[in-house]
């Protein structure tokens, strides 16, 4: 590693400016700042690996008082910044516009408090889902938002991007499970919001959820716990057709079933789980569900009676109840570790996310099917499929510049089909750098004004995270090097 | 049942109706109608015929230095500070149309005049709800209800109207319309500011539409009240219970005489207890059964000794009596007297949030401060709300340092939801602004960011002046 003096007094490994990086340094400790550019490679991309954009230096802080001296350090000499988590974000949430300053919170990872009887726990903001929930086993108590990602996402960084994931039909998004948050402003003061309501007081929990680090950073979360279900039915069902399932997924809805879980794999991505994790899915088929049934032991038994029914007059050929936990548990496995089984179809492969309105799912299903074809690139899907949520993945090969512009034009037409269903072009990955552009495309311009005047109301300077979840010109100007994701004409 | 339009309105409007009045000018789009309300320096009422008008009649309200005080059915109009500025009214009454409702992507959409009992009429038809409680939907709008976003007995299993709004249309304070959220049960696309609207009062916005994701009516509701003698007993059942697995959809205490009245016909209340523990369970046939008989199992034999039990509409019916706690008084009693006013003393009503496990003893507390206090302790989500009756020269004091304290003790916050219009009260005291710890730096941090989104939104502070935190 480099010594601090030799390398930034010379100037010539950041564009930090020696003092700024010397006030880094005695916060958090030299060995907790990286600023020599093969150092920083590392944090130039997150999950979407097709927009890179180098930090000047990255630190590690270990508690909220360090981040926010570091906040002072940055808004003083006016260095921007970006927070980041586990960098799973596969939007590019964690590429750094503005250049400046990366600020991990992957070192605060104490679970300060458990308080069961009053439903929630507090943690800090690099606490790992899994984590939590490793703390949590036996307590009958979760935190319900489960993003497949979750061995390594953060608390924080699922608040930061209101993840979701399998669950959330039944139980709702991370905003639905937040009670309160401690974050850093972008001027280094703390403020903090709940965890006990308060009618005098805007819903500053709520606007910060999803808000990609650009209002705050999130330091510490108060989650709300919620009890396990006393009995579960997880069901794997497979149809004839992908329209056969999503049919049965409106009519399990339409008879008053609220599952736990909905979740569609399709034929080819039934493929890749299966090279990968020889589960035994059926190949010959068009479509999997699995779907989850939980509650009291004394209704499920209807339930299941009600959904198998369904399932059948929907053309179900096979269907298979897990019958034991570690039956469900490797179910489940495979169906969130479906999207890296994708690697072995593909050198690589860009997972989209998109909502349209449950009953629109087989017309979105079709149109996707249609741009495979028109673009010739192979697309496997998986979907939350009772929130109407899709995830098809694009395989193609990164090295080939040709087959990059073709999947980053085929995914943006999926997301227009998607608005145009009266959906969203996002619903639960975030905006990131991805979908910047497609943001002038959901909402008129009067709403991101709206948008861009509640960040000024946090973020005044535009320090913090610039350019990102609401286009402005920075961000306009950084896509026009970057025409494959949409900023060129 | 559904009341027709807001009764008096209507009748008012017949009379008054007018379509010119001088400062306004001459706009079919905009109904006017004279009317004053109570807590609002008003003398006329507007109807806008649609978004596009009512974003006009905004603009130039702000640029005329006119206030605008949205109201809704008017059922918690004691809810904030009275208004500061001259103004207008502003109700939505011509805008209550169903836009859109795909009931198999379980959401809705409607204008925000809509009343509550329509929409809740609109949602039966396909066998779904909104499973939040709002005080009097035969009269209280859905602009209105997020406006107040008032909790009830159902909070604890349920949760509120910000579990269930999911976009918005808005008209800020400076005409702008926006469009915010999605009408998609999942939606990451860009800020989540419908949550700003959502118990702000309508100081940032005038809300048009809403969409809200709904759920199915479960089949069966079962509600059981009992009648204790203490809060130990209710503390020690709600304990007990709490071992067990199972979710009730309506947890609360009922303490003091004025449930009895409250609950009309329902004959459980005649007994002479001085509180009641009222718990409900919502689902299935099957599992209903199962967690009545866990009740059974788990609650004090003291507790056990007597009940009453409701079914399905009549236990609606009851958890909605519950719920209209808040305002089943100014309803019931405006203008007459009774065991609440009288002897210089004014009634008021009191909320406080809290850790659900602080909630009992808070409303020990509270009883031991003023005895024959009515309240309902909504134990399972941590919400206390207490009608209580003080002298008037005493009142801001009492509020601000002996209730005020013994909710900061716990770290809870305290507001004022009801008080008869005229009565002196601050609005720093109304809001739990003041006290406090002032050096709560961070408190104070979200206080000024909240300032900033007004003068973002508002800055000419148009939009219902003086009645929430803001100056
Ligand atoms: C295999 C795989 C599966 C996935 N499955 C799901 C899924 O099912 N559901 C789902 O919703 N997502 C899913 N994701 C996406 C991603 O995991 C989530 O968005 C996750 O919440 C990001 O957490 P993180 O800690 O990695 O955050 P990062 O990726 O580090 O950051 C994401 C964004 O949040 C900001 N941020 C991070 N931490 C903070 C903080 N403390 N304060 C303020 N801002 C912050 C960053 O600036 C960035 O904009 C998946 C990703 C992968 C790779």
Not at chain 2, 446 to 470: C, S, T, W
């Amino acid at each position: 590693m480099p010594r601090i003096n030799d390398s930034i007094t010379e100037g010539q490994s950041t564009k930090l400016a020696a003092e700024a990086i010397r006030e880094l340094c005695s916060v958090v400790g030299e060995q907790n700042v990286l600023w020599h550019p093969s150092d920083l490679m590392v944090y130039e991309c997150d999950g979407y690996t097709i927009a890179k954009h180098r930090p000047d230096a990255v630190v590690f802080p270990s508690d909220t008082q360090q981040v926010a001296a570091v906040a002072r350090i940055c808004h003083r000499h006016k260095i921007p910044m970006l927070p980041r988590g586990a960098g799973t974000s596969l939007a590019g949430g964690c590429v750094p516009l503005g250049g400046g300053l990366v600020i991990m919170l992957t070192r605060m990872t104490r679970i300060l408090e458990i308080d069961l009887r009053n439903r929630f726990a507090v943690v800090e903001a690099g606490v790992r889902n899994t984590q939590l929930a490793r703390a949590l086993v036996g307590s009958g108590y979760h935190f319900a938002p489960d993003p497949s990602s979750q061995t390594a996402s953060t608390i924080g960084g699922n608040v930061a991007t209101n993840a979701g994931g399998p669950h959330t039909l039944k139980y709702g998004v991370t905003v639905n499970h937040v009670l309160g948050v401690e974050a850093v402003l972008a001027d280094g003061s703390i403020v903090q919001h709940g965890p006990v309501v308060d009618p005098g007081m805007l819903d500053l929990c709520g606007v910060l959820t999803g808000s990609e680090g650009t209002l705050a950073i999130v330091t510490k979360i108060w989650v709300r716990l919620t009890p396990l279900p006393s009995a579960l039915r997880t069901l794997r069902v497979a149809f004839p057709t992908v329209e056969d399932a999503t049919e049965a997924v409106s009519e399990i809805i339409a008879a008053g079933l609220i599952p736990a879980a909905l979740e569609l794999m399709d034929r080819g991505i039934l493929e890749a789980v299966e090279a990968a994790f020889q589960f035994g899915f059926p190949l010959d088929v068009g479509a999997v569900l699995v779907i989850e049934l939980d509650g009291e032991e004394a209704s499920l038994e209807e339930e299941l009676q009600i959904t198998r029914r369904i399932c059948e007059r929907w053309n179900a050929r096979e269907i298979l109840l897990a019958n034991s936990p570690e039956e469900r548990e490797r179910l489940w496995k495979c169906r969130k570790s479906a999207v890296a089984a994708v690697g072995r179809l593909s050198p690589s492969y860009c997972i989209q996310d998109g909502v349209v309105p449950r009953t629109k799912l087989p017309q979105i299903v079709k149109k996707v099917q249609k741009i495979s074809q028109e673009f010739n690139i192979r697309i496997v899907n998986v979907a939350h499929a009772g929130d109407g949520n899709i995830h098809p993945i694009f395989l193609f090969d990164e090295r080939e510049p040709a087959q990059v512009d073709r999947v980053l034009e085929a995914g943006r037409q999926v997301l227009e089909e998607c608005i145009a269903l009266g959906g969203s072009i996002t619903a639960e990955h975030g905006v990131g750098v991805e979908k910047l552009h497609l943001m002038r495309e959901q909402y008129r311009p009067e709403d991101l004004t709206a948008m861009r005047r509640l960040r000024e109301a946090f973020n005044p300077d535009g320090l913090l995270t610039p350019g990102k979840l609401v286009p402005d010109e920075r961000s306009l100007e950084w896509l026009g090097t970057y025409p494959r994701i949409g900023g060129a004409p | 049942m559904c009341e027709p339009l807001s009764a008096e309105a209507a009748k008012k409007s017949e009379k008054n109706e007018r379509f010119s009045i001088p400062s306004i000018g001459s706009n079919s789009r905009l109904t006017v109608m004279a009317q004053s309300c109570p807590y609002l320096p008003i003398d006329d009422i507007v109807e806008p015929a649609d978004e596009t008008s009512l974003a006009t009649f905004i603009a130039e309200s702000a640029g005329k230095g006119n206030a605008i005080y949205p109201v809704g059915g008017q059922t918690f109009m004691a809810l904030g500070a009275p208004g500061t500025r001259p103004g207008y009214g502003v109700r939505l009454d011509r805008l209550r149309s169903l836009v859109d409702y795909p009931a198999e992507d379980l959401t809705v959409t409607v204008q925000s005049g809509m009343r509550i009992c329509e929409l809740d009429a609109l949602l039966r038809e396909n066998n779904q709800r909104l499973p939040v409680d709002i005080p009097q939907p035969s009269r209280a709008t859905v602009g209105g209800a997020i406006a107040v976003n008032w909790p009830g007995p159902r909070q604890v299993r349920y949760g509120t109207l910000r579990d269930y709004v999911l976009g918005m249309r808005v008209v800020d304070g400076r005409g702008n319309r926006i469009f915010t959220g999605a009408r998609v049960v999942k939606n990451a696309a860009g800020y989540n500011l419908h949550r700003l609207y959502i118990g702000s009062l309508g100081t940032l916005g005038v809300v048009t539409e809403v969409t809200l994701m709904v759920r199915p009516r479960p089949p069966v509701h079962e509600l059981l009240v009992f009648p204790i003698a203490n809060l130990q007993l209710a503390a020690q059942a709600v304990e007990r219970f709490f071992e067990t697995p199972y979710q009730p959809s309506v947890l609360a205490v009922l303490v003091g005489r004025r449930w009895r009245a409250e609950s009309g016909d329902l004959p459980s209340l005649s007994s002479s207890a001085p509180m009641w523990l009222a718990v409900g369970f919502e689902g299935r046939e099957g599992e209903v059964r199962a967690a009545l008989e866990a009740v059974k199992r788990s609650f004090p034999a003291e507790v056990l000794r007597e009940h009453a039990s409701f079914s399905n509409e009549v236990a609606d019916k009851f958890a909605q009596t519950i719920a209209d706690f808040p305002t089943a008084y100014q309803a019931r009693s405006e203008g007459e007297s009774d065991e609440l006013s009288g002897n210089g003393k004014v009634p008021i009503l009191l909320r406080a949030d809290l850790l659900p496990t602080d909630t009992l003893n808070y409303a020990e507390r509270i009883s031991q401060l003023v005895p024959e206090t009515n309240m309902l302790v909504l134990v399972g989500s941590g919400v206390v709300q207490a009608w209580i009756s003080i002298p008037e020269h005493a009142l801001g004091d009492r509020v601000d340092k002996e209730f005020g304290h013994a909710t900061r003790e716990l770290s809870g916050s305290l507001i004022v939801g009801y008080y008869p219009a005229g009565t002196r009260l601050s609005r720093s005291t109304i809001w739990g602004l003041t006290g406090g710890n002032t050096s709560d730096v961070r408190r104070l941090m979200a206080h000024q960011i909240a300032r900033r989104i007004k003068e973002q939104f508002d800055p000419q502070n148009v939009l219902n002046p003086g009645r929430y935190i803001f100056d």
